[in-house]
């Protein structure tokens, strides 16, 4: 049997008690042994910070001074799961300038500062790591910035919130109302702590946003981009469009532009059910990374919930003690130059009109017609949205979505 020195271990501090920094404490327990063998040494968790003591069996590495954390030399790795921005980006700062790695699954943090905050590590020569922001427990952010880095990324999209792809499927699946099911998704530990932000979308452009900037090397602001969630959605599109063949799903887009530019959105689109995305169901998210050399290439996988998003953390603080110092951080510039109005972004239009299919194909011209029974459901040719929203003026619109094609 080996013995270690206290001073052998690898000790790191969590951020935050809710559910992933839960996970993360769970993680570190019950996968010591597999840990060990990858670093070496032993990983420990040293001290968590809190707001509020609780009683619990992590009563003893609680705090509520991060100072306490920041001047500790033994803590090497900060886990942030605080979340939001004024809290988690003051700490995230003075834990890199005091040379300690930080981890995160914090997608707002990361969608407005990384570019800065990875900046900053690189000058402290320390690491920066956020896998667990963007898919939960799916490899997405490596894959992108070290497997694929050979490609020219020219698209991805994804479904890429948990929480609200749980309650479209209940809603669809078992007709489940959209406060029950969001509850359940709450209960399960799913949702934002407000979860107005997954329902809107707003989660799911975080995310987006953080995957263009890698993929496209210039920040893509989460408030310069357009961004729909399910609210609106109504029951009615979702039984045209199974008949019709398709399943709606809330994706988030990002692409490289004719011309040079890059957009990037969130809305609710129709999916082919033969497309993969039209099967991921639940509080599974997937993601199509697209480069010039590989084509399409999907990550599917739990999207959120307390030990997968955990089990990216505690990966994170694996790579970040294995890292050699030397080896080039991905990142991107602050630029946001070159950001195109998603308006611009030509796709297949599905809309349902209160009205004829003669008053579809007067505004459109030719259309497929899905559904005639009072309202009229159609689908358009390959528009930009801009086209889409000025051939429909004249109409009086009940719904419109984008169509993956
Ligand atoms: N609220 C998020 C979701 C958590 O539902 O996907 C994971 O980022």
């Not at 060990?36 to 590495?61: M, N, S, T, W």
């Not at 209960?187 to 799911?204: F, L, Q, T």
Request: negative net charge.
């Amino acid at each position: 049997m080996k013995y270690w020195q206290v001073e052998d271990m690898i000790k790191i501090a969590i951020l935050g008690l809710g559910t992933v920094g839960t996970g993360v404490a769970k993680v570190v327990a019950e996968n010591h042994r597999q840990i060990e063998r990858k670093l070496g040494e032993p990983l420990e968790v040293k001290a968590i910070l809190v707001r509020h003591f609780k009683d619990g069996p992590y009563r003893q590495l609680m705090t509520d001074d991060f100072s306490q954390i920041e001047e500790d030399p033994e803590i090497r790795v900060v886990v942030e799961t605080i979340g939001g921005m004024e809290a988690a980006y003051e700490y995230t700062k003075r834990a890199l300038e005091t040379g300690k790695h930080v981890v995160t699954a914090n997608k707002q943090l990361v969608s407005e500062r990384g570019w800065e905050l990875l900046r900053l590590a690189k000058k402290k020569n320390v690491n920066y790591l956020f896998e667990a922001s963007v898919g939960g427990g799916i490899p997405v952010i490596h894959p992108l910035t070290q497997c694929m880095v050979a490609n020219r990324i020219d698209e991805i999209y994804g479904i890429l919130n948990g929480t609200t792809n749980y309650i479209l499927t209940r809603m669809v699946r078992t007709g489940a109302f959209f406060s029950d099911a969001l509850r359940e998704a709450q209960a399960k530990g799913y949702a934002e702590a407000d979860p107005s932000a997954d329902v809107n979308g707003i989660d799911a452009g975080r995310k987006i946003c953080i995957l263009a900037d890698l993929a496209f090397g210039q920040q893509v602001d989460p408030d310069s981009i357009s961004v729909e969630g399910i609210s609106k959605l109504s029951l009615r599109d979702v039984k045209v469009a199974a008949r019709a063949g398709y399943r709606i799903k809330l994706l988030g887009r990002a692409l490289r532009m004719p011309g040079g530019g890059r957009t990037a959105y969130v809305a609710p689109h129709l999916v082919p059910e033969d497309h993969p995305l039209a099967n991921v169901e639940d509080v599974y998210n997937a993601v199509v990374i697209r480069g010039n050399a590989t084509g399409d290439v999907l990550f599917y996988g739990k999207g959120a919930g307390e030990l997968p998003t955990a089990s990216a953390c505690v990966s994170d603080v694996i790579e970040a003690m294995q890292r050699s110092a030397k080896r080039e951080e991905a990142g991107w510039n602050g630029d946001t130059d070159g950001f195109v109005d998603p308006l611009e972004a030509a796709t297949r239009f599905y809309f349902r009109i209160e009205g004829s299919l003669t008053d579809a194909a007067m505004a459109f011209g030719q259309v497929e017609v899905l559904s005639e029974d009072g309202e009229t459901g159609f689908l358009t040719d390959r528009i930009t949205g801009r086209e889409a929203r000025e051939h429909s003026r004249s109409l009086n619109v009940l719904s419109c979505l984008r169509v993956l094609e």
